[in-house]
């Protein structure tokens, strides 16, 4: 069974960084693109950052600067470093792997982790 486990979510402070580890397991994602969205409270899941198979990054404007996406060849586990958090950059924060469009900010991927909660106070 492929599963995809978010992990280094946590509560912090306007201004803090924090790092977020997607680590798949059952299978690997080396060669196709993954990506981070997040979902606030009431509101729609949002892209926030994606990385394809050639490394090549992308992002959403809110976080552009701010926030880095990588991932690690070896260990096939994706990160997005966040730094300068601000309030409205609270959510909970999802992985996902394998998309099915060629637009990457699309939610139409085919894996998805269970997400992990940033929430951070001003």
């Known amino acids: 069974q492929v599963q995809l486990v978010e992990s280094g979510g946590g509560l912090v402070q306007a201004g803090d960084s924090l790092r977020l580890s997607c680590t798949p397991s059952g299978r690997t994602f080396a060669t196709t693109a993954m990506a981070w969205f997040r979902q606030a409270p009431g509101k729609e899941r949002e892209f926030v950052a994606a990385?394809?198979?050639?490394?090549?990054?992308y992002y959403s404007d809110s976080v552009r600067g701010r926030f880095t996406i990588s991932r690690d060849s070896i260990w096939n586990t994706m990160y997005l470093q966040m730094n300068s958090l601000k309030p409205e950059d609270a959510a909970l924060y999802l992985c996902?792997?394998?998309?099915?469009?060629?637009?990457?900010?699309?939610?139409?991927?085919?894996?998805w982790g269970q997400g992990a909660q940033v929430p951070v106070s001003s």
């Open positions: 996902a792997a394998e998309p099915r469009s060629l637009v990457l900010t699309d939610t139409k991927y085919n894996y």
């Open positions: 990385i394809g198979g050639s490394r090549v990054s």
